[in-house]
């Protein structure tokens, strides 16, 4: 008997992403169970490098992040400024142009503390981002240099700072 093709790939693939398996056909079709081997019809099987839409590698992390705590916000932004005003008023690039830039990095930083942040795992970079391009858009000294410093801050501090305000361990 010849060959049954149960589904035809809809692709031209290369012969090594098409592998033939044996289907066995089940035991009810035959009129002799004890002959279903020679009985076998091929199917294909495509090896994707890549999973198909709809299936999984694995299952997603099911992690909640907890949602922003204001009053943690709050005492981190004013760390975060005063940080941030000691360290660039220390360099000459900025002039007088000092308490506006880190005006500028409090306010973003302070929205993304209050919207955003949620411990350990998401602290963006895209705050910081937003700070240099703001600072450069307004024609101010320094945006990156400014960022730079804010991003290094964060790093060091934030998820240090949430775990001691909520009691975790970080583990």
Not at 91 to 112: A, H, L, Q, R
Request: proline share 12%.
């Amino acid at each position: 008997m010849a060959s049954i093709w149960t589904i035809a790939p809809p692709l031209h693939l290369p012969p090594s992403l098409v592998t033939l398996k044996p289907s066995i056909i089940p035991l009810r079709f035959f009129p002799n169970p004890s002959a279903p081997l020679h009985r076998t019809r091929l199917s294909p099987t495509l090896n994707l490098p890549y999973p198909l839409p709809g299936e999984r590698i694995c299952r997603a992390a099911e992690y909640k992040f907890p949602d922003p705590i204001p009053e943690f916000a709050v005492a981190e932004t004013e760390k975060f400024r005063a940080h941030l005003l000691n360290k660039l008023s220390k360099k000459d690039m900025y002039g007088d142009s000092v308490p506006e830039v880190v005006g500028i990095c409090t306010e973003i930083f302070n929205t993304f503390m209050h919207t955003e942040y949620g411990g350990p795992g998401t602290l963006l970079v895209v705050p910081f981002i937003d700070m240099s391009d703001t600072i450069n858009e307004r024609g101010l000294p320094g945006g990156p240099q400014a960022a730079r410093a804010a991003v290094k801050w964060a790093q060091d501090h934030v998820d240090k700072d949430w775990n001691e305000w909520t009691g975790d361990d970080g583990t």
